[in-house]
């Protein structure tokens, strides 16, 4: 049974910093891994999308990266701002096309 | 605007009643998800259908229900039979080939009284 791990469960940082956060996988027979935003009380929002055979994906400030045989994706984000303040998801799409979750990070970007 | 309609954003439910909560979407998806979401926990899946008037069970589809009879409407129904179901449900679809992007609607906070 797929199972995802997103570290750490929160992370604060000062306005600026790069960050990077962490989403692992326990089956690496995956379709592709997705990264959603959510903020409090909303839907999710997709970020990146990586597909099994690609290695990384970029949109703006934000880099995703994809090692499926280790069963480890990053997400990169570039001089942080208070707005990426919400909670990061990864979700990893395999077998039955179902898309299982990790539980999340919570950012904080202080000003 | 293409997208995932889910009504409505709060609703109340009575100890014993059943509720429907509705999800619409205009992106000519064929797959449709229902996740239930409890504070601090990550999204669990309840149903999901990847053609019309077919759909399976997700990991905790115990006291819900779905039905698809149309490519665009996936609702769910919380049964009396659900024990605890004060949560945040959300709903989703995507292209329904294996590599493709899921999109997600706002949201239905349900809350027992």
């Known amino acids: 049974k797929q199972e995802v791990t997103q570290i750490p469960a929160a992370l604060s940082v000062p306005e600026g910093e790069n960050l990077v956060l962490n989403c692992s996988f326990t089956d690496s027979a995956i379709y592709n891994l997705q990264w959603f935003r959510q903020d409090p009380g909303k839907g999710l929002t997709s970020l990146l999308l990586i597909q099994s055979s690609q290695r990384e994906q970029t949109s703006g400030r934000l880099n995703a990266s994809l090692d499926k045989s280790s069963g480890r994706s990053t997400l990169y984000i570039a001089a942080s701002q208070p707005g990426d303040s919400a909670t990061y998801l990864c979700a990893v799409k395999s077998g039955a096309q179902k898309l299982v979750f990790g539980q999340g990070t919570r950012l904080t970007i202080n000003p | ?113």
Not at chain 2, 27 to 50: C, E, K, T, V
Not at chain 2, 68 to 86: G, I, W, Y
């Open chain 2, 1 to 113: 605007d293409g997208g995932i309609t889910q009504s409505p954003k709060y609703l109340f439910r009575k100890e014993g009643q059943n509720v429907t909560l509705s999800c619409e979407q205009n992106l000519n998806h064929d797959a449709m998800y229902w996740y239930r979401q409890d504070p601090g926990q990550g999204l669990r899946l309840i149903y999901y259908s990847q053609i019309v008037n077919d759909f399976q069970k997700g990991d905790i589809a115990e006291g819900y229900s779905v039905s698809r009879e149309k490519k665009e409407s996936f609702p769910l129904t919380v049964t009396s039979a659900q024990k605890n179901p004060t949560a945040f449900y959300l709903c989703a679809s995507s292209r329904g080939l294996p590599s493709t992007e899921a999109f997600f609607g706002q949201g239905t906070r349900l809350t027992v009284v």
